[in-house]
């Protein structure tokens, strides 16, 4: 079945239009277990950079979103690494960290399903869970 030049044209003025979204309507990041909210990918990167600053090829993915969440993993996760700045995502919040020493707070973990490439992944909040390295 072929795609009108409308029906394209029309997907790409919607897409173009979610990549364009402000910063501003960025949700906060979901606090319980179970919660979502929408948000937007703001950097996608690897875990490690080299000493001038360039990207560390299998060190890993790191993700920030703009509404200040940060994910890494030591693996190369392809998903988050098709995201792209401006992209629309939903965040859920899957788990919490249990029997941490007093404000150390790592180790939540977060899945994300992007809008606009259909991925998925599901990753922690640090490198290291709470009361680790």
């Known amino acids: 079945m072929a795609i009108s030049s409308f029906n394209r044209a029309a997907t790409l003025t919607a897409v173009s239009v ?3 979204m402000p910063v501003a309507q ?3 990041p979901p606090i319980k ?4 909210s929408n948000t937007f990918v703001s950097q996608v990167g690897t875990r490690l950079v080299d000493e001038k600053g360039k990207p560390a090829p299998a060190s890993g993915t790191s993700i920030q979103f703009t509404n200040g969440i940060y994910l890494v993993s030591y693996d190369t996760v ?3 690494e098709a995201a792209k700045p401006g ?3 939903k965040m859920c919040l899957d788990s919490l960290p249990q029997s941490c020493p007093p ?6 973990i977060y899945t994300v399903v992007n809008y ?3 991925g998925s992944f599901t990753l922690p909040d640090s490198q290291h869970f709470c009361g680790g390295a």
């Open 78 to 80: 392809r998903d988050a």
């Open 103 to 108: 404000g150390d707070n790592r180790g939540k």
């Open 116 to 118: 606009i490439t259909g």
């Open 26 to 28: 960025s949700a906060k």
């Open 87 to 89: 992209h629309k995502v």
């Open 33 to 36: 277990v179970g919660r979502c």
């Open 18 to 20: 979610l990549m364009l």
